[in-house]
């Protein structure tokens, strides 16, 4: 497949808290993934949702202080079971 648009926005998942034992998909702290558009390799089914929502507020040019984050392109977000905390940080792709 090629691409025909060129995504403005790059997303940084990074697990910020969360040991290995307690997530199915074993990750924990450390753990980083990231994306434009396409969901990140090897990351959860269960958060896609989430993430895909918060993504798309970047997208349609909102930001999370709406969402109680103090950083306009950065917020915490668990995962579903509540064993992982993720922080997405969003950057403008040519910076």
Avoid: N
């Amino acid at each position: 497949m090629q691409p025909w648009i060129k995504e403005d926005w790059v997303f940084t998942i990074t697990v910020v808290k969360g040991e290995h034992q307690h997530c199915r998909l074993g990750f924990e702290a450390g753990d980083e993934f990231t994306c434009c558009y396409a969901v990140p390799t090897g990351f959860c089914p269960k958060a896609m949702p989430v993430l895909h929502t918060l993504c798309e507020i970047i997208r349609c040019g909102g930001d999370f202080t709406h969402r109680g984050s103090p950083l306009p392109h950065e917020i915490d977000f668990p995962c579903p079971d509540g064993a992982i905390i993720f922080r997405l940080r969003a950057r403008k792709a040519d910076a």
